[in-house]
């Protein structure tokens, strides 16, 4: 991976450690009684900072649910989560808001950029509402890596959905966030104008030092990631340094083979080999399509490969010492 050439500044302690985001114990529980469901069962994860960490898993294992409480969008039932070195667990509503605001980015499908304000304006006005004052030369740096100058002073209705997409990622960047959440930030997108998304994702984290979370359904773009970090059933059951879309394919199909009688039943999930041969950021093919739309309804097989990394991949564990 290419080593970050500038740190983001981040909103506060933390800044230096090499964790920028963890959970211990983490467990995340909706509804009562019979209608309980345990969206997230005891995860343990270190989010490495300077790099690009994608969550993959069948629908319902708990992406969205992981991201969220490690983003203090959601609560938590039991467990803990940090930012950096600041647990958020226990936090008021206010300082949750603040932190939030000051220290992470957030880019999901619906971009939210309002629809009066031109795209200078809606990048900035994260800023602006914490009354704070851009990095000018910050700013044009992430303008430049996102290729939105032409496009500064029109309104969100004159720009493309790609376009929209760039201001919203530059609008993540721009206040130099500790860390990034994507909720399959490429879902709306057709593959040309994700690949160029995910392309500047990638360049934030080379060029600007940028961490970045990514959940996503596609193997693709889990490519572009330095770490993927597979969920099954509300627990994390695999990872895989330095992915190539053939890989995450690969490990897609191997944790999919013991998916049980239902696997292949959620064919929605998972691209298909033409569209992964089209679009591979490293050029390899996806040799392996057969089966791969198991990978929708994974269940208990998945404990067989055991929490982290069995099976292969480089293994770079950051888990800290706190319990
Ligand atoms: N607000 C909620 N109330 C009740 N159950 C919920 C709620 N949000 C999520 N769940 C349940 O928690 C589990 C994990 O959901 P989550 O949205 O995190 O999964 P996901 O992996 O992101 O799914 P998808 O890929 O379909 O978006 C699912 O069983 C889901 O039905």
New binding site residues.
């Given amino acids: 991976m290419t080593t970050a050439a500038a740190d983001p500044k981040g909103g506060g302690g933390g800044a230096s450690s090499a964790v920028a985001a963890s959970a211990r114990r983490l467990v995340?529980a909706?509804?009562q009684g019979e209608?309980r469901?345990?969206?997230?069962d005891h995860v343990d994860v270190d989010i490495e900072r300077g790099a690009f960490t994608a969550?993959m898993?069948?629908?319902?294992?708990?992406?969205?649910?992981?991201?969220?409480c490690l983003a203090g969008l959601d609560s938590v039932t039991e467990g803990r989560i940090r930012i950096g070195e600041q647990e958020i667990t226990g936090l008021k509503d206010k300082k949750l808001t603040r932190l939030r605001r000051d220290r992470i980015g957030f880019i999901f499908q619906a971009y939210n950029l309002l629809p009066t304000l031109n795209a200078l304006e809606n990048i900035t006005l994260p800023m602006d509402i914490a009354g704070r004052k851009p990095d000018r030369q910050w700013l044009e740096t992430v303008i430049s890596t996102v290729g939105l100058h032409e496009r500064l002073h029109h309104r969100p209705s004159q720009l493309s959905g790609g376009q929209q997409q760039r201001v919203a990622v530059a609008r993540a960047l721009a206040s130099r966030p500790e860390i990034i959440f994507g909720?399959?930030p490429t879902g709306n997108l057709d593959s040309r104008a994700g690949a160029e998304m995910l392309g500047f994702l990638r360049r934030s984290v080379d060029e600007l030092g940028q961490t970045i979370v990514m959940?996503t359904?596609d193997p693709v773009a889990a490519a572009y990631a330095d770490r993927v970090l597979y969920?099954a059933d509300?627990r994390i059951v695999d990872e895989m340094y330095k992915p190539t879309a053939q890989a995450v394919l690969d490990r897609m199909l191997r944790l999919a083979e013991t998916g049980g009688p239902e696997a292949g039943s959620a064919a929605g999930?998972v691209p298909s080999e033409a569209a992964v041969h089209a679009q591979a950021p490293d050029g390899r093919s996806a040799a392996a399509a057969d089966g791969l739309a198991a990978f929708g309804t994974l269940h208990d097989g998945f404990d067989a490969f055991g929490a982290r990394g069995a099976g292969g991949g480089d293994h770079g564990d950051l888990r800290g010492s706190w319990p």
Avoid: F, N, Q, W
């Fill in positions: 995340k909706y509804g209608t469901v345990i969206a997230l969550i898993g069948p629908s319902g294992s708990g992406k969205s649910t992981l991201m969220h909720d399959e959940v359904h969920l509300g999930t």
